[in-house]
Antibody, heavy 120, light 107 residues
Framework: QVQLQESGPGLVKPSQTLSLTCTVSGGSISSGSYYWSWIRQPAGRGLEWIGRIYPSGSTDYSPALKSRVTISIDTSKNQFSLELTSVTAADTAVYYC????????????WGQGTLVTVSS | SYELTQPPSVSVSPGQTASITCSGDKLGDKYASWYQQRPGQSPVLVIYQDNKRPSGIPDRFSGSNSGNTATLTVSGTQAIDEADYYCQAWDSTSSVVFGGGTKLTVL
C-alpha cells in the first residue's frame, strides 16, 4: 500500500516561496506506472491541480500557475517537492500530494494534506 | 481552458438513489474519475475510468460517461455517504481538471 506524507512550513510570508516535500513509502517513486502530483484546496473550496512530475523528471504544470511553480523529484530519497514563488494570500490552502495513473490520469493515493497559510 | 461543471448540491433520502452529474465538452471521449471527500479528510477515489471501482469501494457506487456528461450514482444511499464529490478528467490543453464539487446531503 503506497502512502504519501507532505511536510513543510505551515506559514509563509507574502512574496516569499512556498516549499513542500512529499515522502512516498510502500512503493518506489520510480515505478513506471505512476506520476506524482500536487493538488491544493483553499478552505471551503474545490480541488485545484498544480502540476505533476514523472519518474524521468519530466513535468507538466497548470496553465494558471505555470509561471510560479517548480516540481522536482529525488528518487534516492523517494521524495518529490513543490516550490511556489511570489505567494499571496490567495495561495493559502491545504496542499495534497497524490499519485496519478499514467494511463488514465486518476489519483488513487493521496497524502493527508498540509495547511499552508500565507500571512505576514 | 477545459472546464467541468457540477451542481453545487444534491439531496437524497436514506435508501434512495443519488445521481451527481459532471458536464464538459465531449467528456464522453475522455476518462472520468470521481472522488469522495468527507469534512477534514483527504479525497478518496471512488470511480476511475468512467465506471470502475477501486478495491474497498462499496458496489452501491457506480459511474457512467457518455456525450458531454459523466454521472456518479449512489444506490441505497447511507448517511455515511454524505460528503463532497468531485469529478476529474484529463484534457490535452488543460491537463488535469477537477469539477467544482457537489455536496451530497442525506436527509
Amino acid at each position: 500500500q503506497v502512502q504519501l506524507q507532505e511536510s513543510g512550513p505551515g506559514l509563509v510570508k507574502p512574496s516569499q516561496t512556498l516549499s513542500l516535500t512529499c515522502t512516498v513509502s510502500g512503493g518506489s517513486i520510480s515505478s513506471g506506472s505512476y506520476y506524482w502530483s500536487w493538488i491544493r484546496q483553499p478552505a471551503g473550496r474545490g480541488l485545484e491541480w498544480i502540476g505533476r512530475i514523472y519518474p524521468s523528471g519530466s513535468t507538466d504544470y497548470s496553465p494558471a500557475l505555470k509561471s510560479r511553480v517548480t516540481i522536482s523529484i529525488d528518487t534516492s530519497k523517494n521524495q518529490f517537492s513543490l516550490e511556489l514563488t511570489s505567494v499571496t494570500a490567495a495561495d493559502t490552502a491545504v496542499y495534497y500530494c497524490a499519485s496519478g495513473d499514467m494511463g488514465t490520469h486518476y489519483f488513487d493515493y493521496w497524502g493527508q494534506g498540509t495547511l499552508v497559510t500565507v500571512s505576514s | 481552458s477545459y472546464e467541468l461543471t457540477q451542481p453545487p448540491s444534491v439531496s437524497v433520502s436514506p435508501g434512495q438513489t443519488a445521481s451527481i452529474t459532471c458536464s464538459g465538452d465531449k467528456l464522453g471521449d475522455k476518462y472520468a474519475s470521481w472522488y469522495q471527500q468527507r469534512p477534514g479528510q483527504s479525497p478518496v477515489l471512488v470511480i476511475y475510468q468512467d465506471n470502475k471501482r477501486p478495491s474497498g469501494i462499496p458496489d452501491r457506487f457506480s459511474g457512467s460517461n457518455s456525450g458531454n456528461t459523466a454521472t456518479l450514482t449512489v444506490s441505497g444511499t447511507q448517511a455515511i455517504d454524505e460528503a463532497d464529490y468531485y469529478c476529474q478528467a484529463w484534457d490535452s490543453t488543460s491537463s488535469v481538471v477537477f469539477g467544482g464539487g457537489t455536496k451530497l446531503t442525506v436527509l
